[in-house]
């Protein structure tokens, strides 16, 4: 399977987006931190969001990004496609030039599994992700350990 980091890091600034987006825009600075993303890389994956109507974002103080619809109408394979992710199981990237410019022996059942897995992906949506409690689970951890690391005296303090 052809899914990269792109499209699992875009998964997972959404999810965290849909979870913390409560009462104020979510900055990228803070999903960088949760998340452990570089943020020139989720500025590059929110500004393909964004073109999707995926997301809208708020400028200002306290500005930030709020998702462009509701959790339960995004899902998985669009948060994947805005990006431009694939998930392609053949060795051809699907062009069916896969054995010396000709279609493969087992080009059509690869083929077949990347539409399954996208329309598996379709049936996922954020708001469906969000309610499980391994990920609420998960969020509650993450905030926890950053509270904990913003409460820790700094090495550099007098």
């Given amino acids: 399977m ?21 009462e104020k825009p979510v900055s990228l600075a803070e999903i960088s931190q949760r998340q452990s993303i570089s943020l020139s890389y989720l500025e ?25 619809r509701d959790s339960d109408t995004i899902f998985i394979a669009q948060i994947i496609d805005a990006v431009n992710e694939s ?26 599994l990347s539409g399954e897995i996208h329309r598996f992906l379709n049936g996922i949506s954020l708001a469906q992700l969000m309610a499980r409690r391994d990920i609420k689970n998960i969020a509650q951890r993450q905030v926890e350990q950053l ?5 820790s005296p700094r090495a550099d303090a007098c």
């Fill in 2 to 22: 052809r899914l990269t980091t792109k499209g699992r890091y875009a998964v997972t600034a959404m999810l965290d987006l849909t979870i913390h987006a409560d």
């Fill in 44 to 68: 590059q994956l929110f500004a393909r969001l964004r073109q999707s109507d995926l997301v809208s974002s708020v400028r200002g103080p306290g500005g930030g990004y709020r998702l462009g």
């Fill in 87 to 112: 998930v392609d199981t053949t060795n051809c990237q699907g062009k069916g030039d896969c054995q010396g410019g000709e279609i493969c022996l087992t080009h059509a059942l690869w083929d077949e």
């Fill in 147 to 151: 509270l904990i690391l913003s409460d």
